[in-house]
């Protein structure tokens, strides 16, 4: 599977389903114009880094954008297609459960990337 490929096609279909311009789209990732045009061309190779950036962004999990069975017209966020050997869990919290499972999910986004450097 070409990942690259299916990355750079649909971090622009799901860009276009949520109208947002790849310039917003950049500007919400927090990286630079030149960058998601060269990915969206597939052009550019991405960090893991810069893909995570890219789909906090577009408010989707990662797995999402690298999947290449997702239609972006037929599945919901609420009802993703999820790669072959993961879960997708839904469930309903307190505003203080789910601050304690965002703050798990921060400190482990920075050991994952700490560990990846």
């Known amino acids: 599977m070409d990942y690259q ?6 971090i622009v ?6 109208n ?3 310039s ?6 927090g990286i630079s114009y030149p960058t ?19 789909a906090s962004a577009l408010d989707i999990p990662l797995s999402m954008l690298l999947s290449e069975s997702s239609n972006t017209e ?5 009802d993703p297609i999820v790669p072959k050997g993961y879960k997708w869990v839904k469930v309903l919290l307190s505003d203080f459960e ?6 798990m999910h921060e400190n482990n ?3 994952i990337f700490k560990t990846s450097k």
Do not use: G
């Open 5 to 10: 490929k299916i990355f750079s096609q649909n």
């Open 109 to 111: 986004m920075r050991k």
């Open 74 to 78: 037929t599945n919901s966020i609420d």
């Open 24 to 29: 917003k789209l950049a500007q919400k990732a």
């Open 98 to 103: 789910a601050f304690k499972v965002n703050l």
């Open 20 to 22: 947002l311009s790849l």
């Open 36 to 54: 998601i045009i060269s990915i969206s061309h597939n052009e550019y190779n991405p960090s893991l880094q810069i893909m995570n950036s890219i």
């Open 13 to 18: 279909a799901y860009a276009k389903k949520q």
